[in-house]
């Protein structure tokens, strides 16, 4: 994977084609987590109004560690695949 960055206007532009790696750089707005052992980050990096949500699965290296323990405003790295949102009207 590239060490490129990517922004999240960018992503959300769709400048970047879905399914491919990328790595973005940012400040956790929220995180939710579910009972199925994943959790909701939403992401956002000034680049635009609106942030990227990561989707972390419990299988995570540092889910426990780290992801667990986010909260508003840490500033985190997120790496994985860029995937298109199944929910309605995302």
Not at 13 to 19: M, P
């Amino acid at each position: 994977m590239s060490n490129q960055f990517h922004s999240v206007k960018q992503l959300l532009n769709a400048a970047i084609a879905v399914g491919e790696q990328v790595v973005v750089k940012g400040w956790v707005r929220t995180r939710r987590d579910s009972k199925a052992g994943i959790s909701f980050i939403n992401v956002y990096d000034g680049s635009c109004f609106d942030g990227i949500q990561a989707v972390v699965p419990d299988t995570a290296a540092c889910y426990e560690s780290v992801v667990l323990k986010l909260s508003a405003g840490c500033s985190v790295e997120v790496r994985g695949e860029l995937v298109q949102s199944q929910g309605k009207g995302q």
